[in-house]
T-cell receptor
Framework: NAGVMQNPRHLVRRRGQEARLRCSPM?????VYWYRQLPEEGLKFMVY????????ESGMPKERFSAEFPKEGPSILRIQQVVRGDSAAYFC??????????????FGPGTRLTVT | KQEVTQIPAALSVPEGENLVLNCSFT??????LQWFRQDPGKGLTSLLL?????REQTSGRLNASLDKSSGRSTLYIAASQPGDSATYLC?????????????FGQGTILTVHP
């Protein structure tokens, strides 16, 4: 059973370009979470999705960031018009259907975004 | 707002020592608590998950305890080895947020020297 897959592992974008980060959850997992780790800072929650539905986007910046988890295919975190402050490691996690709060999030290797 | 604090920020010990990492959280209404390990430039590896109704979990040389009422957890590592060197992260779900949202501490950087 393959783990959580993220690609690309490293992404370089110039200011103003778009960045698309992909996450394929573990087989059988229907819930996906995105986190961001800025340099010298801790991991911060961004968004929680299940297929075709956003459950909690309280950690998403108000502008330029969006996320989706379509019925088919990977979850996508999209950053439009990137700025240097977007440079960070972006981690995706997945879990099976939560039952009464018991679930475990499994993390992917991350995508390291560098904005030049 | 849930806040998670980890103490110490860094720890350096000789091989073979037993050690304790501490985690505290401000809102005790959590669903569960998870301990992770992160190696430099890598992703997170889940070590232990404790449900809110549990007091402790064990896996090999690792033992994690949870005192929900006081907002504390400890990760005990027995007979430390150089391969244990990594950043250890504590994260909680709940505490006024959706159960899917993990709130992380800043981590404890552990170095075990031979």
């Amino acid at each position: 059973n393959a783990g959580v897959m993220q690609n690309p592992r490293h992404l370089v974008r110039r200011r103003g370009q778009e960045a698309r980060l992909r996450c394929s959850p573990m087989k059988g997992h229907s819930h996906v979470y995105w986190y961001r780790q800025l340099p010298e800072e801790g991991l911060k929650f961004m968004v929680y999705l299940q297929k075709e539905n956003i459950i909690d986007e309280s950690g998403m910046p108000k502008e330029r960031f969006s996320a989706e988890f379509p019925k088919e295919g990977p979850s996508i975190l999209r950053i439009q018009q990137v700025v240097r402050g977007d440079s960070a490691a972006y981690f995706c996690a997945s879990s099976p259907l939560p039952r009464q709060g018991f679930y475990e999030q499994y993390f992917g290797p991350g995508t390291r975004l560098t904005v030049t | 707002k849930q806040e998670v604090t980890q103490i110490p920020a860094a720890l350096s010990v000789p091989e073979g020592e037993n050690l304790v990492l501490n985690c505290s959280f401000t809102d005790s209404a959590i669903y569960n608590l998870q301990w992770f390990r992160q190696d430099p430039g890598k992703g997170l590896t889940s070590l232990l998950l404790i449900q809110s109704s549990q007091r402790e979990q064990t896996s090999g040389r690792l033992n994690a305890s949870l005192d929900k009422s006081s907002g504390r957890s400890t990760l005990y590592i027995a007979a430390s080895q150089p391969g244990d060197s990594a950043t250890y992260l504590c994260a909680v779900s709940g505490g006024g947020t959706s159960y899917g949202k993990l709130t992380f501490g800043q981590g404890t950087i552990l170095t075990v020297h031979p």
